[in-house]
Structures are given as C-alpha cells and as structure tokens.
C-alpha cells in the first residue's frame, strides 16, 4: 500500500489515455458498451432528444395562446400539443435526466468504484429506456394523445379516441428502467464504497441519489400496475375505474398520485444533490450541518410517500383526510426548507466564485424556493379550492421542475462536462446563457401565477381576452427562455472539439472524481483509492492514497 499527496491543479492528464468520447470507436462499441461513464452519455444524448421534442411541443402552446382565440391550432390539436409535452418531459425527461445522467457517470467515480455493481443491467436499462421512448413518441407524432399526461380516467380508459394505449405502453416500459437503474445504485453505493468511505464521508450528491432509487424502487411499479390497469379496462372493458362499468374513477387518481407525487422527488432531490455539490466547491466551504442535508434527503422520501392526497383536494373525499394530507404537505416542506437554510449558511463568509455552474445554482435556490412557497398555497385546503386547475398549479409545476431539476441538471452539466469530455467551454457564453435562463424562466411562468389567482384554467386553448396581456409576457418570456437553452447546446458541442484542455480538476473541487484524468480511463482509478478525510474538507490539502 503506498501514499501520495497529490496537488489536483499540477496533474496533467495521461497523454496515452483512453478518450471514449471518440467517435472512431465506433458506433458498435457505444450499442454495446459495459462502461457506466459512456452509458450515462448515451442517457444524455437521448434525453436532449426528448426535451427538444418536448420543447418544441411547449413553444407552439405558448403561440397558439398569444390571441384569445388560439393563433395557431384548433383545440383538438392543442389538446394533443399539451398531453405531448406533458408526457415528454416527465416521463422521458424530468425522471430520468440527473439520474440517468449524471448519476451513472458519477456514482461509481465518487465513491472510488470502478464501475456499477450490475454493468450488463446498466445498459439493458438504457435499451429499455430507448425502447419506451421511441414507442411513445412514435405514437404521439404519428396520432397522438388527447389526455393530458396524467391519463385521467374515464375518460383515458374508455371514452378518449386517440393513442393512449401505445403512448401508456411506451411509459410502461419506460418505468421498468427506472426500477433497474434504482436497484444498480442501491446495490452499488452498499457495496462497493472505496474503503474509508464511510456513510458520513459520501459525497451529499450519492445521499440524494440513494434517496432517489429507492423511491424508484418502491414507487414505480405502483405506476406500471396503474397503466396495466387502464390498458386493461380500454381493451377489455373491464369496469375498473369507469363507472358505467362498476369502476371508480377516483381509485385511478389515489393510484397514479402515490406514485407521481414521490416522482415530484424523483426529478428535485438529484438536484439538490447537484446543488450541494456546486454550493461547496464555489464558496470553499465545507456544507454548514452536512449531516442535516443527507438526512434531508430521507427524509423527503420517506414523507413523499404519504401526501398524495392533495392533489384530490377537490375530488370529494373525506374532510379529515383532507386536512391529514395538507398537514402532511406542510410536513414534508420542512426537510426541503433545511437544505435552503444550510446551503444559504454554507454560503456565509465563504469564498464565492461566481462561474456558470454557480450561478445555476444560486438560480435553484431562488426558483426552487418560490415554487416551494406557493406548494403551501395549495396545500391549504381553502385556497385549493380556487387555485385547483388554474394556471398557478403550472406556474408552481414549473418553478419546482424547471426552475428546480432543471437549473439543476444545467448546473451540474457544466460543472462536470470537462470531467466528462476532457475540454474546457467558453465561459462567457455560459455566463450569459445562465442569466438568460434565468430571466426568461421568470418572464415567462411569473405571469402565470397571476393568471392562476384571475382564474385562468389551465388546458384551454381559448380564455377571455382580459388575460392576453398576461399570456403575451408568457409567450414573450417563453422565446427569450428556448434561446436561453439553445444557446449551450451550442457551444457544449462546440466545446468537445474545439475546446481548450480541462486538466483533472479544472475548479479546484473536492471529491475522488477530481483526483483522476478528464475524461477518466475506463476503469475510473488504477488502484482502489483509501478514503482518508471528511467529505468537502476544503480547510485541508487533497490527500488520495491507493492499495
């Protein structure tokens, strides 16, 4: 066993390593690929797909809503236009975009192993992944879906004329990557931790992606059993949930919410992860209360689990469960409030730096926490009752999803993407997209808050022209923010070939990923790395010891 101290910033990367972003590997070697660095990049590329696709759905709303009377489809259309979105970005998106991603290009580096604890599921569960993708999208460009993303029942079950078995189907299929990918973590952050890595030395980024698996785990087959079920009663007309067969269609929402409000956590609590990661590395601070925010994480999971009752405020069910279910919603506010507190004191008298990565972080905190203010909104029974169904559940939606997992994703992307390419991007340019962002997201769903409390509806392609002023802000904020994301797709690509040389720790961070050449050799760590200090111990000198 030998020691070394190792200064991060004079290690040059391996001149005769391995870079396996290049493409003349060929394309056979990517299909067929064990290596969880390279899956996490074809996870990558093919959720950008889809959140084009679904952006593109979105920005022909936002048209159609600039006149009163729709300025681009009929209704029947506009119906579609918004179930596709819906369902793109949750379910081929939103779910899988930090885990997939950056959860299986990072986990095994972060805890000093050298791949998954399953490599042969890890792709299989890409193929699946693909495979749901391409089956609901195919069929929503080809006819289409008129239920919204939520398949609400009857209506989804018997009575709706468009595809909902084939776009259910493709969501069916897609849940069972998200089960194996959570069970590949689970197993992989037990069992196969460099040794010193102990529970209380994990990077915060695996504490949320623990938490996020097993909510994978425990609450994605409630989805695949509820879709089984609508197909069932759309072939078979068995009554289920139609009540002119027997069924009841609330069963449907109590089912589908178990599962799609712990998803809410699904997509945020990887990006808190992110966002803890970056607040430390760009204040050169240890977290403030580290182990308050790993168990933050459990916690959320945990609470997620019982509070799906506040979605069916006005359904008609029971008074007092109704008031359980909005305290319980009150309740699991309290652990994401935690992590506001300790990354805003981790922030305090530190050393900040202000590169585009931080600043994505610093957009979270504000966005998230104003999407989480308004969560208590409707969390109260009363004020659910005018706010159920208005345009302020899609701007509390987007704050939380967009302005959270999404300035999320964005932040860790650059942060880790000369760790992932080996290149350096224009950081100027990433400086302006982060504002940009940031500015057209708050133009844009701002409004929508305002036209949630006037009693705008959500879902009509037609309103009252008292609200046009409101929805051309919208409209308006919604150009400004699809420039603000085309604007990295750019020079991200330009960056992997043209971009200057990272290094093995471009930002001075800490963490076992930062100790290995960028991008890193195949097997991650030539020798097992022995974990010999706390997580983020900016106060001290980068020590990395190998067997």
Same mark, same amino acid.
């Given at each position: 066993?030998?020691?070394?101290?190792?200064?991060?910033?004079?290690?040059?990367?391996?001149?005769?390593?391995?870079?396996?972003?290049?493409?003349?590997?060929?394309?056979?070697?990517?299909?067929?690929?064990?290596?969880?660095?390279?899956?996490?990049?074809?996870?990558?590329?093919?959720?950008?797909?889809?959140?084009?696709?679904?952006?593109?759905?979105?920005?022909?709303?936002?048209?159609?809503?600039?006149?009163?009377?729709?300025?681009?489809?009929?209704?029947?259309?506009?119906?579609?236009?918004?179930?596709?979105?819906?369902?793109?970005?949750?379910?081929?998106?939103?779910?899988?975009?930090?885990?997939?991603?950056?959860?299986?290009?990072?986990?095994?580096?972060?805890?000093?192993?050298?791949?998954?604890?399953?490599?042969?599921?890890?792709?299989?569960?890409?193929?699946?992944?693909?495979?749901?993708?391409?089956?609901?999208?195919?069929?929503?460009?080809?006819?289409?879906?008129?239920?919204?993303?939520?398949?609400?029942?009857?209506?989804?079950?018997?009575?709706?004329?468009?595809?909902?078995?084939?776009?259910?189907?493709?969501?069916?299929?897609?849940?069972?990557?998200?089960?194996?990918?959570?069970?590949?973590?689970?197993?992989?952050?037990?069992?196969?931790?460099?040794?010193?890595?102990?529970?209380?030395?994990?990077?915060?980024?695996?504490?949320?992606?623990?938490?996020?698996?097993?909510?994978?785990?425990?609450?994605?087959?409630?989805?695949?059993?509820?879709?089984?079920?609508?197909?069932?009663?759309?072939?078979?007309?068995?009554?289920?949930?139609?009540?002119?067969?027997?069924?009841?269609?609330?069963?449907?929402?109590?089912?589908?919410?178990?599962?799609?409000?712990?998803?809410?956590?699904?997509?945020?609590?990887?990006?808190?992860?992110?966002?803890?990661?970056?607040?430390?590395?760009?204040?050169?601070?240890?977290?403030?209360?580290?182990?308050?925010? +790993?168990?933050?994480?459990?916690? @959320?999971?945990? !609470?997620? %689990?019982?509070?799906?009752?506040?979605?069916? =405020? /006005?359904? *008609?069910?029971?008074?007092?469960?109704?008031?359980?279910?909005?305290?319980?919603?009150?309740?699991?506010?309290?652990?994401?409030?935690?992590?506001?507190?300790?990354?805003?004191?981790?922030?305090?008298?530190?050393?900040?730096?202000?590169?585009?990565?931080?600043?994505?972080?610093?957009?979270?905190?504000?966005?998230?926490?104003?999407?989480?203010?308004?969560?208590?909104?409707?969390?109260?029974?009363?004020?659910?009752?005018?706010?159920?169904?208005?345009?302020?559940?899609?701007?509390?939606?987007?704050?939380?999803?967009?302005?959270?997992?999404?300035?999320?994703?964005?932040?860790?992307?650059?942060?880790?993407?000369?760790?992932?390419?080996?290149?350096?991007?224009?950081?100027?340019? +990433?400086?302006?997209?982060?504002? @940009?962002?940031? !500015?057209? %997201?708050?133009?844009?769903?701002?409004?929508? =808050? /305002?036209? *949630?409390?006037?009693?705008?509806?959500?879902?009509?392609?037609?309103?009252?022209?008292?609200?046009?002023?409101?929805?051309?802000?919208?409209?308006?904020?919604?150009?400004?923010?699809?420039?603000?994301?085309?604007?990295?797709?750019?020079?991200?690509?330009?960056?992997?070939?043209?971009?200057?040389?990272?290094?093995?720790?471009?930002?001075?961070?800490?963490?076992?990923?930062?100790?290995?050449?960028?991008?890193?050799?195949?097997?991650?760590?030539?020798?097992?790395?022995?974990?010999?200090?706390?997580?983020?111990?900016?106060?001290?000198?980068?020590?990395?010891?190998?067997?």
């Amino acid at each position: 066993m030998s020691t070394a101290t190792v200064d991060i910033h004079e290690v040059p990367a391996e001149s005769g390593e391995v870079n396996y972003l290049n493409a003349t590997y060929g394309i056979r070697s990517w299909l067929l690929t064990l290596d969880h660095k390279r899956i996490g990049l074809l996870y990558l590329v093919s959720i950008t797909i889809m959140f084009v696709i679904g952006g593109i759905a979105a920005m022909l709303m936002r048209i159609n809503l600039i006149e009163p009377q729709g300025a681009l489809v009929e209704p029947e259309t506009y119906n579609k236009l918004f179930s596709t979105h819906g369902i793109i970005m949750v379910f081929f998106f939103l779910v899988p975009s930090i885990p997939a991603t950056l959860g299986n290009f990072l986990i095994p580096l972060m805890i000093g192993a050298r791949d998954v604890a399953f490599p042969k599921l890890n792709l299989m569960s890409w193929y699946i992944f693909v495979t749901g993708a391409s089956l609901a999208l195919y069929s929503l460009m080809t006819g289409g879906v008129d239920t919204g993303w939520t398949f609400y029942t009857p209506y989804s079950s018997t009575y709706s004329h468009s595809a909902v078995i084939a776009v259910a189907l493709g969501v069916f299929i897609a849940g069972f990557s998200s089960i194996l990918t959570g069970l590949n973590f689970i197993v992989t952050i037990h069992k196969m931790r460099a040794p010193g890595m102990t529970w209380f030395r994990l990077p915060l980024f695996i504490w949320a992606m623990y938490a996020t698996s097993l909510i994978f785990v425990l609450a994605t087959p409630v989805i695949a059993i509820t879709i089984f079920l609508l197909g069932l009663e759309r072939l078979l007309h068995v009554g289920i949930f139609d009540p002119a067969l027997g069924g009841d269609p609330l069963l449907f929402q109590h089912m589908f919410w178990f599962y799609s409000h712990p998803a809410v956590y699904i997509m945020i609590l990887p990006g808190m992860g992110v966002v803890s990661e970056l607040i430390t590395a760009f204040s050169r601070k240890k977290i403030f209360g580290y182990s308050f925010v +790993a168990f933050s994480s459990l916690s @959320i999971a945990v !609470i997620s %689990f019982v509070v799906w009752g506040h979605h069916m =405020f /006005v359904t *008609g069910q029971s008074v007092y469960a109704g008031l359980v279910f909005s305290v319980l919603s009150f309740l699991v506010a309290i652990p994401s409030a935690v992590k506001v507190f300790n990354w805003t004191a981790t922030l305090y008298k530190g050393s900040i730096s202000y590169e585009a990565p931080m600043l994505y972080a610093l957009g979270f905190i504000g966005l998230f926490t104003m999407g989480g203010l308004t969560g208590l909104f409707l969390a109260s029974l009363a004020v659910d009752v005018h706010l159920n169904g208005t345009y302020f559940i899609v701007a509390h939606f987007h704050y939380v999803m967009v302005g959270g997992a999404v300035m999320a994703f964005m932040g860790g992307l650059h942060f880790w993407w000369p760790k992932m390419t080996g290149r350096l991007y224009p950081d100027v340019w +990433a400086r302006l997209a982060a504002a @940009i962002i940031f !500015i057209g %997201f708050n133009l844009t769903f701002f409004p929508q =808050f /305002v036209l *949630g409390y006037l009693g705008m509806p959500r879902r009509y392609a037609i309103y009252p022209a008292e609200f046009q002023v409101l929805n051309v802000m919208s409209s308006a904020g919604a150009s400004i923010l699809g420039i603000g994301y085309l604007i990295p797709l750019i020079y991200l690509t330009w960056s992997m070939r043209y971009g200057k040389p990272a290094g093995p720790n471009p930002w001075g961070a800490k963490g076992l990923e930062w100790t290995i050449p960028s991008p890193p050799p195949t097997e991650n760590f030539e020798e097992i790395p022995i974990v010999t200090e706390e997580a983020y111990n900016y106060a001290g000198t980068n020590t990395v010891s190998h067997v």
